[in-house]
């Protein structure tokens, strides 16, 4: 999985590319440390780039709130 993350003003916004699975757990974790990091009242995720998603992909995206 490869992301980047960019933040104006409020709003942090993740974009997401290739595979989300329990593989990259680890990794999805790193994100949701630096979402909180930089502090934003709005994050918005674009999944635009991703291929497959499997059930431990989604319950990864279920940490985000």
């Known amino acids: 999985m490869d992301y980047r993350i960019s933040s104006n003003g409020g709003t942090t916004e993740v974009n997401l590319a290739g595979r989300l699975t329990f593989d990259e757990n680890q990794q999805f974790r790193e994100i949701i440390t630096e979402i909180a990091e930089l502090?934003?009242?709005?994050?918005?995720?674009?999944?635009?780039?991703?291929e497959f998603i499997d059930s431990a992909g989604l319950g990864l995206l279920l940490r985000i709130n």
């Open 39 to 50: 502090g934003g009242s709005q994050t918005v995720l674009n999944l635009r780039d991703v």
